[in-house]
């Protein structure tokens, strides 16, 4: 039973360095077993790299890699026990669906016959039976990207790595795909790290998301803490464009602020923010307009109104700076010019240290 | 692979080591390795292997090879080969490759090279043979252990597949091209008896028939220039004519720009001499016309360097179309739109976007003349350059090895001189985009002027050179040019006749021996060539090392060192023990694949560039190691490119001759060689019926190999196949 306590993989201070570029910066973590777990964070930020050092494709310039409790960090890509979903699928061109699926198990040393029977099996799992003598020049984008998951998973690896699997797919189908992907994770219990860079596709699928900034780790915990919670404005900017503006902090608690935002006094959660200079994130969806004016509201100017179908976008000008907000409920879009009154629901903000 | 592999991979290496110590024959004797004559004198002679001549043959210096192989069994017992244990065995065998250094310099054809052993051991015999198989079976060897011990001590992520191959590339380029280099420079420096005398090297480097007006290097400038400049501009109205008119010639022009490729690089002058020669037809038209003596202008500047333009002119408009074609059509067509007309259209954004092209097409033209041999040698006359003049330093009356060591040193350094001004070129500036045509909306058509002056050159200019080489096909079925046009088969006859007798077919034309020498020697050449560049492309591209930059420049300049220069240099570095090869077929292997691995590298590089990276890491993520990887995923997919070096490097084996004529021998003789050598001697008839059967011979491998593999594949790769000195 101790086997199963040990942590999947676990990072100790792991830095990656090319010359004088810092790609990882001394970053700890652990993934426990049978969760999804997302690296999330803009380009350049260290997420690829991360992934690729679980892989064992490149080789951290310092710190440990333990995967399943076993000392990998300096063990090559072909002797851990990982497998990856490239972004771009890397299905081998000259090789049959079938023989790709089975490659993997071949150069474990399995009888051909035996592996092709098993990548059989695995090909009906994802919905690819009877496609198995196709090569992938003949596939769809979407049935591509199933065979590419479908070699990965036939290997039962310990950790199975997604790099960007849904950025050569259209919009349409990314979100079914996404939720395939999330679906086969469960169903067979597998550890899975996935590196995206959309916030969106990570809070979708994710049980619990890393975000890294500058090769980093700038936050990370479940979803709906990272959503709820950001811990600075990168994060709270990164986790759907939240506005951030500056506050006075009145009362801090244990867990709880009192916060003057304008002439609106507010009591909000927090984390671990000291005395001092504050500022307050705001969702674009936690923002209510009236186009009246309410006295215990923040009063403002509309100088931007977008009608979008299903909801409306506005940009408000305030005395604690111009705000960004989605409206949901528009009946109908209040025009440029009015002079509007802001109230905000208080699990849409949370309290940051000022940067 | 599993560690016990690993283990069982590093021990192979080991019996090998010691396969080549106990075993092979450690000298070298004159009827070559596969003769098995070694067997008489084994173990105890000089066919024995190093134990049987160090106990039974008295030459114990020989026994202490023994000692580093039998401790490098140590570290690679240990259970897990890794940083410590890597580095013994890494030592041990690089202590094995030292010693085995020492003895080799300690002993020249004389005897010692020093005092302290020959006191130890005694005099040794006058006649000493060089390292053999043995040598090279154990020194391979313990190189690969230094790259198994080094791949565990961590260098290249540990994978010792691709260190192995790195020590490889990097020993055979020491061995072949930086070893023999320094040995040239060092000769330099010495007088004809080998005795190190450093003022010699300054009284050579002095003569003024190197640097005095009308002296070899300001010769070899000037033609350099002027057959760069010529055949520049000749291309640029070639390609401007494919490219932007309606004109039909496109496969006219295709076909020729593979001519000199397979066509032997001296036939161009072969063909001038039989035209405008004392007894040219052209000149026997003038003279029958005008009564006008046409004399010898041929021979000299005015005829190397009209040879050149022909030969050259084809290999720049390679480089020059693919420039042309390149230029984005939407650059022109917003000039257009910007009121600009097409003249203007043409001067200010067609020819400047075409400029690094033009400019790389002069240097590969400037470079391709300063290495050409053969046509100065046939119609230079007085007119030397430095190619030539270094062959006649070696085989000329007043033999002297410094002088032809020091006019080697300096064609070096000008050919490096300008291969770095080529690479700054193309580095900053390109403008072309890598994709052809983009899509949508063809080129601009030229402006009137300048396509009436580009037809006006190209026609006849293309017309010329069909007519040279038409030259040398039909110029082997006449009796005697010049003199006597009567249709005959003789030359034939005295070159591949063949009579049937009872014990089956004799090859008793004159040609055949050097064809049959020439066509196994390229046979054994191309896939050495082949694989050779494709390695050196595959650490190149896809290999993160230490010292990759010096890696890359080292091997990138041994692909652009002169012919001439890699003959001399191995004439003075492989004639004497301890590498005893001139002479030898093996050797001529050898100069076929450093000189004609540039363009492999090339193609491979291009190939790998197409091909995803992720590709091989998804391979490796599947279990499957390098070596496996580079078995089931790359040489699957780098077929075309594998196929495409093996056939250059057949091609331009068979062609060459600047390196191979100072290292061929009575017995070792290629068929260019021999032709050049019918030529000299005034037999024009047999040198160009021989010549075009060789171009014939060229043309019909390289249509069957495209009609095997098929158009569809290859099509776009042959450029790269042919482009050869881009």
Redesign the interface.
């Known amino acids: 039973m101790t086997q199963t306590q040990l942590p999947a993989v676990e990072f100790r201070a792991v830095a990656k360095r090319y010359g004088p570029i810092v790609a990882v910066d001394s970053v700890s973590f652990t993934i426990e077993k049978g969760t999804l777990v997302t690296l999330l964070g803009p380009s350049g930020c260290g997420k690829t790299s991360t992934l690729r050092l679980i892989?064992?494709?490149d080789?951290a310039t310092e710190g440990a890699i333990l995967i399943n409790g076993v000392d990998v960090t300096?063990l090559?890509?072909?002797d851990?026990d990982?497998?990856?979903v490239?972004?771009?699928y890397?299905?081998?061109?000259?090789m049959t669906v079938l023989r790709n699926v089975a490659?993997?198990l071949i150069?474990?040393g399995k009888r051909r016959p035996e592996a092709e029977e098993q990548a059989r099996e695995t090909l009906t799992l994802v919905g690819l039976g009877g496609l198995e003598d196709r090569l992938p020049s003949e596939l769809s984008g979407g049935q591509q990207q199933r065979v590419a998951v479908a070699?990965?998973i036939v290997?039962e690896p310990a950790v199975l790595?997604f790099d960007e699997p849904l950025s050569n797919l259209d919009a349409r189908l990314r979100r079914h795909v996404r939720d395939e992907i999330r679906d086969l994770q469960q169903r067979l219990g597998l550890t899975a790290v996935y590196v995206t860079h959309d916030q969106v596709e990570a809070l979708a699928v994710s049980d619990r998301i890393i975000v890294m900034d500058q090769g980093r780790i700038a936050q990370q915990g479940s979803p709906v803490e990272l959503y709820r919670q950001p811990a600075n404005r990168f994060i709270a900017g990164f986790m759907g464009e939240a506005n951030v503006v500056a506050a006075r902090l009145e009362r801090l608690g244990a867990v709880e602020a009192r916060v003057q935002l304008g002439n609106v006094s507010l009591t909000l959660p927090h984390r671990d923010v000291a005395n001092g200079p504050i500022e307050v994130a705001i969702r674009p969806e936690a923002i209510r307009l009236e186009a009246r004016s309410i006295n215990s509201a923040l009063p403002g100017r509309v100088l931007r109104a977008v009608f979008l179908g299903d909801h409306a976008e506005y940009t408000v000008s305030t005395e604690v700076g111009d705000l960004f907000i989605i409206d949901r409920l528009a009946d109908n879009l209040i025009e440029i010019g009015t002079d509007v009154a802001l109230s905000f629901s208080p699990s849409g903000l949370a309290v940051l240290p000022s940067a | 692979m599993s560690p016990a592999n690993r283990r069982i991979v590093g021990f192979g290496w080991l019996a090998l080591a010691w396969i080549g110590f106990v075993l092979l024959p450690w000298q070298g004797d004159d009827a070559g390795i596969l003769a098995f004559d070694w067997t008489k004198t084994w173990p105890s002679g000089t066919g024995g292997s190093a134990l049987g001549q160090a106990l039974f043959g008295g030459r114990y210096w020989l026994l202490p090879l023994a000692l580093p192989i039998a401790l490098a069994a140590i570290p690679l017992r240990h259970p897990q080969l890794g940083r410590a244990t890597g580095l013994a065995l890494a030592a041990c065998s690089l202590l094995a490759l030292a010693w085995l250094a020492v003895v080799a310099l300690s002993i020249d054809l004389r005897g010692w090279t020093w005092s302290v052993p020959q006191e130890l051991f005694g005099p040794l015999s006058r006649r000493n043979p060089g390292l053999g198989l043995g040598a090279f079976v154990y020194a391979f060897a313990a190189l690969m252990l230094i790259c198994r011990g080094l791949a565990a001590y961590g260098v290249c992520d540990g994978d010792f597949f691709v260190t192995g191959m790195l020590g490889t590339v990097v020993a055979t380029i020491g061995i072949f091209v930086v070893y023999p280099l320094v040995c040239m420079g060092v000769s330099a420096f010495q007088t004809p008896r080998g005795a190190f005398a450093p003022e010699m090297f300054f009284q050579r480097l002095a003569n003024p028939r190197i640097w005095a007006p009308g002296g070899v290097v300001l010769n070899t400038l000037l033609l350099g220039i002027a057959s760069a400049t010529s055949s520049t501009f000749l291309a640029l109205t070639f390609a401007l004519v494919t490219d932007r008119t309606a004109f039909f010639g496109r496969r006219v022009l295709r076909f020729l720009s593979i001519l000199p490729i397979i066509a032997p690089p001296f036939v161009v002058g072969l063909a001038l001499i039989l035209l405008m020669g004392r007894n040219g037809a052209i000149n026997k038209i003038l003279e029958w016309a005008f009564g006008f003596e046409g004399g010898r202008w041929i021979y000299g500047f005015p005829g190397v360097w009209f040879a050149q333009t022909l030969s050259f002119t084809p290999v720049a408009y390679l480089v020059l179309i693919g420039v042309i074609q390149g230029i984005n059509p939407a650059l022109e067509e917003a000039a257009q739109t910007l009121r600009a007309g097409p003249g203007r259209v043409f001067r200010t954004v067609t020819l400047p976007l075409a400029l690094p092209g033009i400019a790389n097409a002069f240097l590969i033209g400037f470079i391709e003349s300063l290495a050409d041999f053969g046509n100065p040698l046939l119609l230079g006359g007085d007119f030397q350059v430095l190619a030539t003049s270094i062959y006649f330093a070696i085989v000329g009356a007043r033999q002297d090895r410094g002088v032809a060591a020091v006019l080697g040193l300096i064609l070096l350094a000008i050919m490096i001189a300008v291969f770095v001004l080529q690479r700054r070129t193309l580095a900053n500036k390109t403008f072309v985009t890598i994709a052809g045509k983009g899509q949508g909306g063809g080129s601009m058509p030229l402006p009137a002027g300048v396509r009436w002056t580009c037809l006006a050159i190209a026609i006849p200019w293309a017309a010329l050179t069909l007519v040279i080489y038409g030259m040398i096909v039909f110029g082997g079925f006449v009796e005697n040019w010049g003199l006597n046009h009567t249709v005959t088969l003789k030359h034939y006859i005295a070159a591949f006749s063949v009579i049937s007798t009872d014990h089956g077919l004799r090859f008793t034309g004159q040609a055949w021996d050097s064809l049959f020498t020439t066509l196994k020697l390229s046979l054994i050449a191309a896939p050495l060539t082949a694989v050779f560049g494709l390695m050196t492309a595959y650490l190149l591209a896809r290999r993160r090392f230490f010292g990759r930059t010096a890696f890359e420049i080292g091997t990138l300049t041994a692909a652009a060192i002169p012919g001439t220069v890699l003959g001399i240099a191995y004439i003075l570095a492989f004639n004497n023990p301890p590498l005893e090869l001139v002479q030898t077929g093996l050797i001529v292997v050898i100069s076929f694949m450093v000189r004609n691995m540039g363009p492999g590298v090339r193609a491979g590089l291009a190939t790998l560039a197409q091909i995803d990276r992720s590709l091989e890491e998804a391979s490796l993520t599947l279990r499957s190691g390098s070596f496996g990887t580079v078995c089931r995923i790359l040489i699957p997919l780098l077929r075309p490119a594998i196929l495409a070096g093996i056939v250059y490097g057949f091609v331009s084996a068979m062609t060459s001759i600047s390196a191979v004529i100072f290292l061929v021998s009575p017995g070792v003789m290629l068929s260019t060689v021999y032709i050049v050598n019918l030529a000299e001697a005034g037999t024009y008839g047999v040198a160009i019926a021989y010549a075009s059967v060789l171009i014939v011979l060229m043309l019909a491998v390289i249509t069957g190999i495209q009609f095997l593999i098929g158009e569809r594949r290859l099509r776009r790769r042959s450029v790269v196949v042919l482009a050869k000195a881009t």
């Not at chain 1, 890397?90 to 000259?94: Q, V």
Request: glycine residues 8%.
């Open positions: 892989a064992g494709l080789r300096h090559s890509a072909t851990r990982v497998s990856m490239f972004q771009s890397a299905l081998f061109p000259h490659y993997g150069s474990s070699r990965a290997l790595l």
